[in-house]
């Protein structure tokens, strides 16, 4: 069981990296703060959203933010899955063959326009987010821990694009998208002089020795039988809606209990409320549904499906214990 | 259920307190646990709050931090039995001490339903702890059913000695008819004690196997006692508890269980309980003699049995002369065969509707004031028929097989008489005084009693002219005696029969006409009542046997002793007999007659009246004294249902007052679902899927306030009780109410929707 103090001082780190994030990526603290539960969580973040609302500079000031190191790649068509894990080269000096660690050996992996790459290249990726370990020649290389991979996919323009099947959807732990600044917040993106985009600005409040430390202990956090009955109801909920062809897995709920469990001690609460599971079961369960072919015909999406469900299902009753 | 006996509970106890019996450092833990929490929302105008909720902290923070999670985590169920076993050995002394008593004073009133009957009645209270010892060993059911089984047939081996000849499969059925036909306090013999403590071993056993476990755990006791104070209600009409005590305690103590036990339980089924409990109670008091009566529902396990009248046999048994017919040991007293009260105009009639005897129900009429006890035994030598010899009412026969008619106290035994036939008839004598009947009244509503179909004009006239110097009824009966008996001779060889025109040949007819002024017994007796009926005295033709004279220890009784007698109905004193053969029989003294007849000698004959068809009113109405089970006529008029709106207003009120003080005690739970009560009340009763920030959010700091303390003692693994909470539920609440619309804020106090909602 992990206890209010631990739960304050990890309050703390999150508060201090989700404000030095802030400092480039201005007025989008929610995803923010939902791209750190992913990565305390030891997920994956899917960014759908439209070119130019900041995904790159997110990844690159959690990176910043964390101390640890960012790598971008820019998914094409052409690329090789040998260029997203690394490869084994020759060299002449020594005469021996050495791994040459490709991009994903870093803390955060920013994987832009995952759907332009071949299926193979993608596979690859997917690969290493599960298992956490690169195989080159039957030798496995560990990734740094932590590892985020933040995937990007551009919600148009689809033409020459691989969509990622469902089944390597659920690789990731959540899909949310950054979406347009507020009003204020773009002006204030505009001004010139503001520190917005500034990767270099981001301090350096974390180690990332310090955020895996963290992140084994928040799987203890405590989460009510109530909770979890009410986390097996929303599934049962989207399996047995009409509108969807396939319903949450049970790791889909499984993660969703882990992503409550973070995103409660982000909250500084040392156990986990229905408020919890409401606030993160968009991102964390919408993209595992699949509508049938009728409501995507209607127009239907999985998160307007996932409110209904939510909204239909009762949260547990305070009781007493 | 299994979580919640003591195994579990225990374990859990045990491994808390030995891990973290060196966790000095809870009490800081749990002061940030609430200060953490409180900040988020609250910002920093909450300092001194959290402050406060933190120092607060320490008293539950005593329950130890346990050092390692992994435990906790994979047993969900544990948080729960942890806490409930810190308290549960004085929470199980509390709730099975509350058990008992409530269980004991509902048995105890239900006692009183019985003579003497407390002891076992308070012992059978406690059974229910016989099965929660056998739940140690199979599961709860089994032991609930273990103790009814063995209650059932305790309680059949019980009955079964009373009625050995009783198809077994209706033994036990048997006995609650009995029961609802029994005197009242029923007599605490076996059979009849056997329904009584089979419902309260029943209702025993089920609440004290409910209240072992939780959740429900207090509704079944109250249920129980709700169905023994009915019961008792209803077996006594009332008269145990004649001023509401016991019903009061009985409230008090459901209430204390509800406030102090368990505050989980809903409060709707235990309002309703302890409306009806008092709804009942005003009823029995106010109205105690129009209660409801469930005797009146149950037909007594009666037998139609025809019988040959046995009056004609008067004659015969007159020819029989020495026949021995049955031997007696006891007092002298008249002994009685049958008692014939219905007058068809052509004969007697005996009843022919008969119930199992030993206890019977009250007599039509009243029994009289003064009474003697009789016991004789007898022994059938001669006898034949179906009639039983007895003595008296009788009270008790040690025959098994004897049924009774409860009004006239005729004995039958179905099977018939047998030779060698011994038993024994305890019987009650009515015994009153001379002087006592002389100012004596007859009841005009005993109808049954001088029904006189068709009688013909000679006889009414006769009776009238007979009695009319006659002031009281005594005066009239024994100046019929006299009548009846001068000129007229007792004849064995007199034509038998008791119609109207027998009577009129025995009364009237002219000399050498076949039983003109002559009869047995049966002549004498029939037109005797028949006159006294014609005057208005209710009357009634016993056969019996005279009392003889003691041999050896024996009274033979022979058949030239049988007779028959009149007997008239006296208020207050019950019936009398006379004796128009030889004017001594065992009623009044014949001093006292002759006393009445020496006045009535000495009194001028008063002008009779001029023409007959004007014939005075047989009964004077003035010495007519109306019965005294009259109801009281100002209790049945006063409209007693204006007050049901009241009292269920007061009901409502003191419900959902109960239910505030209940959710009061129930921490920020409580005060969360007092709020849900208010928006309910406010018409903004929030969809189930929104969670309590959710909903806390639109009003305002207060409600954010009380959200977390809430979701924290919902859902942390120990919750820390916020003290504040009630305060932050009473800001919300004013908040809520000011939203309310003015008709939802009047009926406000009394709205009953909150007691529907779990």
Not at chain 2, 543 to 570: H, K, L, S
Not at chain 2, 710 to 732: I, M
Request: charged share 20%; aromatic share 6%.
């Amino acid at each position: 069981m992990i206890d209010t103090g631990e739960v304050s001082a990890f309050r703390d780190l999150h508060t201090r990296l989700g404000d030095a994030v802030e400092s480039a990526v201005r007025g989008k603290r929610d995803v923010i703060d939902l791209v750190l539960v992913a990565m305390f969580a030891g997920g994956h973040v899917l960014l759908e959203d439209v070119p130019g609302t900041g995904k790159t500079t997110l990844a690159r000031a959690v990176a910043g933010a964390l101390g640890g190191v960012s790598r971008r790649v820019q998914f094409t068509p052409d690329l090789l899955p040998s260029d997203v894990t690394g490869t084994s080269v020759y060299d002449p000096q020594t005469g021996q063959i050495r791994f040459r660690p490709g991009p994903v050996f870093a803390n955060i992996v920013l994987a832009d326009e995952i759907n332009r790459a071949a299926a193979k290249t993608q596979s690859a990726l997917l690969e290493v987010m599960e298992e956490r370990t690169v195989t080159i020649d039957g030798v496995g290389h560990s990734v740094p821990d932590p590892f985020l991979v933040v995937a990007t996919q551009n919600p148009i323009d689809l033409d020459g694009t691989y969509r990622l099947p469902e089944a390597q959807l659920d690789r990731f732990m959540l899909r949310t998208s950054i979406g347009y600044p507020s009003v204020e917040d773009e002006l204030d993106v505009l001004r010139p002089g503001s520190g917005a985009g500034r990767i270099a600005d981001v301090r350096t409040v974390s180690s990332p020795r310090e955020v895996s430390s963290f992140s084994g202990r928040l799987a203890l956090l405590h989460v009510a039988d109530p909770i979890l009955q009410y986390i097996s109801a929303l599934g049962t909920g989207t399996r047995t809606d009409e509108r969807l062809r396939l319903g949450t897995s049970t790791r889909g709920l499984r993660t969703l209990v882990r992503c409550a469990q973070v995103y409660a001690a982000s909250k500084g609460r040392h156990f986990v409320v229905p408020q919890d599971v409401q606030d993160i079961a968009d991102p964390v369960l919408a993209h595992r549904l699949v509508l049938t072919r009728e409501s995507v015909l209607s127009g239907v999406t999985t998160s307007e499906v996932l409110a209904d469900v939510l909204s239909r299902v009762p949260v547990p009753k305070p009781a007493a214990q | 259920m299994s979580r919640a006996d003591g195994g579990n509970g225990t374990a859990g106890t045990g491994d808390g307190r030995g891990s973290g019996g060196g966790a000095t450092n809870a009490p800081a833990g749990g002061s940030g646990a609430v200060g953490s929490a409180a900040n988020r929302p609250a910002s920093s105008s909450d300092r001194a709050a959290s402050g406060a909720a933190g120092s607060a902290a320490n008293r539950p923070a005593a329950s130890p931090h346990r050092p390692s999670g992994h435990a906790s985590h994979r047993a969900p169920g544990n948080t729960t039995s942890h806490r409930a076993s810190t308290h549960s050995a004085t929470d199980s002394l509390l709730k099975y001490g509350w058990v008992t008593a409530l269980l004991l004073v509902a048995s105890l009133q239900l006692a009183q339903a019985w003579d003497g009957a407390i002891l076992y009645f308070g012992l059978a209270a406690l059974t229910g702890f016989l099965a929660l010892l056998l739940k140690k060993l199979v599961p709860a059911g089994l032991a609930a059913l273990g103790v009814m089984v063995v209650a059932m047939a305790g309680g059949f081996l019980l009955a079964r000695g009373a009625s050995p000849n009783r198809d077994p499969a209706w033994v036990l059925l048997d006995t609650v008819p009995r029961l609802l036909t029994a005197a009242r306090p029923a007599p605490a013999t076996p059979e009849l004690l056997v329904p009584g403590l089979l419902l309260i071993i029943g209702i025993s056993t089920g609440a004290v196997l409910s209240v072992a476990r939780r959740g429900t755990a207090l509704f079944v006791p109250a249920l129980g006692a709700a169905a023994l104070y009915v019961s008792a209600a209803l077996l006594t009409t009332g008269r145990a508890d004649r001023y509401g005590l016991v019903a009061l305690t009985l409230v008090v103590i459901l209430a204390l269980g509800w406030l102090v036990l368990d505050r989980r339980g809903p409060v709707l089924p235990p309002a309703v309980l302890a409306t009806a409990l008092a709804a009942l109670t005003l009823l029995t008091f106010v109205l105690p003699t129009n209660g409801f009566e469930p005797r009146r529902l149950v037909t007594p396990p009666v037998t139609d049995i025809a019988i040959s009248n046995p009056l004609p046999q008067l004659a015969s048994w007159a020819a029989q002369g020495e026949a021995e017919l049955f031997r007696v040991r006891g007092p002298e007293v008249p002994l009685r065969l049958v008692t014939l009260s219905r007058y068809s105009g052509a004969s007697w009639e005996a009843a022919s509707t008969y119930g199992p005897l030993g206890v019977v129900d009250a007599p039509d009429l009243p029994t009289g004031g003064k009474f003697q006890d009789a016991s004789v035994d007898l022994r059938i030598t001669g006898l034949q028929g179906e009639w039983l010899p007895g003595v008296g009412r009788p009270q008790a026969v040690s025959l098994s097989n004897a049924m009774v008619d409860p009004d006239t106290g005729s004995l039958v035994v179905a099977e018939g008489l047998r030779t060698g036939l011994s038993y024994t008839v305890r019987g009650v004598l009515e015994t009153p005084s001379d002087t006592d009947l002389v100012e004596a009244q007859v009841p005009t509503t005993a109808t049954k009693y001088t029904a006189l179909p068709r009688l013909p004009f000679t006889l009414s006239e006769y009776a009238r002219q007979a009695t009319q110097n006659a002031r009281t009824p005594y005066e009239k009966a024994v100046a019929l005696e006299q009548v009846v008996r001068l000129n007229r001779r007792p004849d064995a060889e007199a034509p038998v029969g008791s119609s109207y025109a027998r009577l009129e040949t025995f009364l009237f007819g002219s000399p050498g006409e076949s039983g003109a002024g002559a009869g047995t017994a049966e002549q004498f007796a029939s037109a005797y009542a028949v006159l006294a009926r014609a005057v208005g005295l209710p009357t009634r033709v016993v056969v019996g046997f005279q009392p003889v004279p003691e041999e050896n220890g024996e009274r033979i009784v022979r058949a030239a002793d049988a007779t028959a007698w009149p007997e008239v109905y006296f208020s207050g004193f019950g019936w009398v007999a006379f004796d128009p053969v030889s004017g001594n029989g065992s009623g009044p003294s014949a001093a006292s007659k002759r006393e009445v007849l020496n006045r009535l000698a000495s009194t001028t004959a008063k002008p009779t009246p001029t023409s007959l068809a004007s014939v005075p009113p047989l009964v004077q109405p003035t010495a007519v004294d109306p019965d005294a089970v009259a109801a009281p006529e100002a209790a049945k008029s006063f409209p007693f249902w204006v007050f049901t709106p009241v009292l269920l207003l007061v009901a409502l009120y003191v419900a959902r007052t109960s239910r505030r003080v209940r959710l009061r005690a129930a921490g920020p739970v409580g005060a969360w679902n007092e709020v849900l009560d208010s928006l309910q009340l406010a018409g903004l009763k929030p969809k189930p899927s929104r969670t309590v920030p959710d909903v806390a959010r639109d009003w305002g700091e207060a409600g954010a306030r009380l959200a977390v303390a809430v979701d924290q003692a919902a859902f942390a693994p120990r919750p820390v009780h916020d003290e504040n909470s009630w305060r932050l539920a009473r800001q919300v609440k004013k908040a809520v109410r000011r939203k309310a619309s003015w008709w939802r804020r009047i009926v406000w106090p009394v709205d009953p929707r909150p007691l529907f909602r779990r």
